[in-house]
């Protein structure tokens, strides 16, 4: 049941992160993302994260996307305009080198007789992320944090320049 379970929820993920790239309107890439933080949350209640699966679903499913949907709404962004497809003529050989090179350097790098077991992840309670948080990852921690901050006052200040 699990095996089916996580198969259903990752067919959802990637169809909708395809949807997120492939959609022109900028709010419909935004609700695909939605769709793609939840059955993420998913996938990390079948590995028995249950911590990370809330943080997943508050923060980002939650706060993230309204800032997202926030500033796409402050920068007035319209659909996009579909232009010719003569990206794929390169595009296309590249995409397949790069999922070959990707999946013999997985092969490589990760043994066969490792096994997931579903359920079998401890290291998802809120005391151990709290402690590689504020040890281990302390400063990515505090340079994202950072970097929102900028990306916010930039689109503040892109929303006020095209107002004047």
Same mark, same amino acid.
């Given at each position: 049941?699990?095996v089916?379970?996580? $198969?259903i929820?990752?067919?959802?993920a990637?169809?909708?992160?395809? &949807?997120? !790239?492939? +959609?022109?309107?900028?709010?419909?890439? #935004?609700?695909?993302?939605?769709g793609?933080?939840?059955?993420? #949350?998913?996938?990390?209640?079948?590995?028995?994260?249950?911590?990370i699966?809330?943080? +997943?679903?508050? !923060?980002?499913?939650?706060?993230?996307?309204?800032?997202?949907?926030?500033?796409?709404?402050?920068? &007035?962004?319209?659909?996009?305009?579909?232009?010719?497809?003569?990206?794929?003529?390169?595009?296309?050989?590249? $995409?397949?080198?790069?999922?070959?090179?990707? @999946?013999y350097?997985? +092969?490589?790098?990760?043994?066969? &007789?490792?096994?997931?077991?579903?359920?079998?992840?401890?290291?998802?309670?809120?005391?151990?992320?709290?402690?590689?948080?504020?040890?281990?990852?302390?400063?990515?921690?505090? !340079?994202?944090?950072?970097?929102?901050?900028?990306?916010?006052?930039?689109?503040?200040?892109? @929303?006020?320049?095209?107002?004047?």
């Amino acid at each position: 049941m699990d095996v089916i379970l996580f $198969l259903i929820f990752a067919l959802i993920a990637v169809v909708c992160a395809i &949807n997120v !790239v492939v +959609q022109t309107h900028p709010i419909s890439s #935004a609700l695909s993302l939605v769709g793609v933080m939840g059955s993420l #949350a998913i996938l990390y209640l079948l590995l028995g994260a249950e911590f990370i699966a809330a943080a +997943q679903v508050i !923060v980002y499913a939650g706060a993230i996307m309204v800032l997202f949907v926030f500033v796409i709404m402050l920068l &007035n962004a319209g659909a996009e305009t579909k232009k010719g497809r003569s990206y794929l003529i390169p595009g296309a050989p590249l $995409l397949v080198v790069f999922l070959g090179l990707t @999946a013999y350097y997985v +092969q490589r790098l990760f043994p066969a &007789n490792t096994m997931v077991t579903f359920g079998g992840f401890t290291k998802g309670g809120p005391r151990e992320i709290g402690e590689a948080l504020f040890t281990t990852y302390l400063l990515p921690f505090e !340079v994202t944090s950072v970097l929102i901050l900028v990306a916010i006052v930039g689109a503040i200040v892109l @929303a006020r320049k095209e107002i004047e």
